[in-house]
């Protein structure tokens, strides 16, 4: 930071600009980039999600033609008469041949193979067939052994769908990988199950068919078990989904919805699935996010161009721009020094109405009062001198009127005039207390003091026309006020209570703690006053009609003083017309 607040105006301006305009052009930058990733990721899934569907709608209608074909071959004589009656080689051959056009033209039926269940005959092994011709095929015995025939066999009648992997060996010679549906093949008479049909279709043709390599799209479709049925890439046909490279990182032995959540999970990949209410195979479409924003390169690429370019006018711009904003400054500053080694005749003139030609023209201001004022100082050197005699005159005074007046109360002490004595040392006492060595403030004991000599002169003034009471808690007689704050009081009192009544009066002034505050109160038994008047003599801080007079001014004068010399105070009125005033003054503790 000190380094800092020694560099000059120039390169501050260069620190703030060039790093501001960095970040809002890079963020800019950054934004459009953004926008327009998510752009080209929202319809790469809108895409995504139209190729799933429609493969999942191809899906559907495969598996359907081929349900309708398993059915049909139920209804087919020849084969009903082969499993239930007859197995030769003419019957298999007849009956190949009247399946073929069909096989040629389905998309849904490739390969046929049927297994008698039992027929009481010498067991010829399967039928089997392909579009080749008619093939050979293993064992029933063999048959019973794999998964096929077992599930089957639990299944309530409903046809399963199963991949028939080259490992399984049910047709020999064939290494392709086949989407079977399994079915029992029954009696059209006794409606019993009597062979088990496969109807089988092509997996490497089935992915040919279903999808077009578009955008470097990944897509595959996988059975409740995980197991990749058909896909783009056809070496990964009869694996399982947790197989694929996007799991290496994942733990193993991943399960199929395991796996399907981890894909839709992943930041740095696209994917959309469907699944078929037919058969409740997922369809899946995988694109990596990065390959796809590639075409946004270019983007960057121009954004740290213009952030070069743009840092580099701005740099210029700004250098000149502070340039002509500081040149005046430096000019200012050497006037400045030239005013520092007394020359008074530094102007600047800066020319305009901005921040710069306003600080020019109030510096030449100043200069000027500056020499003005030198100028002041020296004519009235002599003048300070006389101000100052006549100051110490004036305080002498004071001192000889005490002196005066203690001397007459002496002389009359010495005549024994009694009262006359007591009245000059009363006034004494009112005289140094009004003027307490010239403070502002005194002690309440001063307050009070002050206060009993002056009722003791009002009183020989009035004779037996009032009595008065002073009281004063001893804990807080060296509490600090400004000096003559009762004084207004009790003279309103005596000259609107005590001077109308025909009778006798009474004034008590108390002085007292209660809590924190401090209670200052004027009490008398005159006249007392209208709720009116009460109200007109508290708003009004100071006297607007000559109806309170005298009397509000002193209020008013007391109010501010308390107001200025305290933090916190409150001034109260109680008065009832032809009872007597109350006059309150609370202070709180610490509020000065």
Known sequence: MTRYRDISLQYKLLIWVIPLLIFTVGLTGLYSYYIAANEIVDKIRQAQSHMAAKTTNQLDFITSGTISTGNFLFLNPSLQHLVTTSDTLEVREQIYKSLLPLMVSSESFQSLLVYRLSTGQEDNGPFAITQTGIASAASFAEFQETRFFKNIMKSAGEPIWDMLSPEDHLLHGDRHYK???????????????????????????????????????????????????????????????????????????????????????????????????????????????????????????????????????????????????????????????????????????????????????????????????????????????????????????????????NMISWTAMQKDERDIAEMVQSLSQVFRLSLNNGQDNATLLQEVEFIENYLFLQKKRFTTRFHFSVTLDEEISHFQVPKLLLQPLVENAIIHAIEPLEGSGMIAVACYAEESWIVLEVVDNGKGMTPERVEQILCHPKPVTPSIGHSGL???????????????????????????????????????
């Open 179 to 405: 989407l079977v549906m399994i079915k029992p093949f029954k009696d059209f008479n006794t409606y019993k199950r009597i062979g088990v049909l496969m109807i089988g279709i092509d997996a490497d043709q089935l992915s040919n068919n279903l999808f077009r390599k578009e955008n470097n799209a990944y897509q595959l479709v996988i059975n409740d078990d995980g197991v990749i049925l058909a896909s783009t890439e056809l070496d990964n046909l009869g694996e399982h989904i947790g197989d694929l490279p996007y799991f290496q990182s994942a733990e193993p032995a991943l399960s199929k919805d395991d796996a399907l959540s981890y894909l839709l999970d992943r930041d740095d990949l696209v994917v959309s699935q469907t699944t078929s209410p037919l058969t409740g195979w997922h369809s899946l479409v995988i694109q990596n996010k990065k390959d796809l924003l590639k075409e946004l390169d270019y983007i960057k690429s121009i954004t740290v161009l213009i952030m070069a370019v743009f840092t580099l006018v701005m740099i210029l711009c700004t250098w000149l721009i502070a340039k002509i904003i500081t040149n005046p400054v430096k000019t200012l500053i050497l006037s400045m020094k030239q005013l520092q080694l007394g020359d008074f005749s530094q102007r600047v003139n800066f020319s305009g109405n901005d921040e710069i030609g306003q600080l020019g023209y109030w510096y030449d201001t100043m200069v000027k009062r500056v020499k003005t004022l030198i100028d002041d100082v020296y004519t009235s050197h002599l003048k300070q001198k006389e101000a100052e005699l006549k100051t110490l005159q004036s305080q002498i005074n004071p001192h000889f009127l005490y002196n005066t007046l």
């Open 554 to 592: 002193a209020l008013s004068n007391i109010r501010e003083r308390l107001n200025l010399y305290f933090e916190l105070t409150e001034f109260h009125i109680e008065s009832t017309l032809g009872l007597g005033t109350r006059i309150q003054i609370r202070i709180h503790r610490g509020g000065n």
